[in-house]
Nanobody, 123 residues
Framework: QVQLAESGGGLVQAGGSLRLSCAASGRTFSSYAMGWFRQAPGKEREFVATISWSGGRTYYADSVKGRFTISRDNAKNTVALQMNSLKPEDTAVYYC????????????????WGQGTQVTVSS
């Protein structure tokens, strides 16, 4: 069982930066692939970034590539999402998620989810 709690969301102007953090409970955190997803009002939840259990592999949605960076610290049971050059279209609730077996871009393939943190980017 893994419990996840996101933090770091807020209101920022376009072009600004935010750093989201996800704290995980459970002794097996380091064996899980982790992902960040987001959901805007009226839209489906969409993939943002994912990182393998070791941190050696990362993948990004095309819409955030070059602007967002996912990282993890297995000693601290945390995963982070550094978001730079934010745009109004990045406005959404951001969720972190854990998957037992390998990275994936599909929300349905993740086993555990946090409650989400709101990110609002003003123009």
């Amino acid at each position: 069982q893994v419990q996840l709690a996101e933090s770091g969301g807020g209101l920022v102007q376009a072009g600004g930066s935010l750093r989201l953090s996800c704290a995980a409970s459970g002794r097996t955190f380091s064996s899980y692939a982790m992902g960040w997803f987001r959901q805007a009002p009226g839209k489906e939840r969409e993939f943002v970034a994912t990182i393998s259990w070791s941190g050696g592999r990362t993948y990004y949605a095309d819409s955030v590539k070059g602007r967002f960076t996912i990282s993890r610290d297995n000693a601290k049971n945390t995963v982070a999402l550094q978001m730079n050059s934010l745009k109004p279209e990045d406005t959404a609730v951001y969720y972190c998620a854990a998957r037992r077996v390998g990275v994936s871009t599909a929300p349905s393939e993740y086993d555990y989810w946090g409650q989400g943190t709101q990110v609002t980017v003003s123009s």
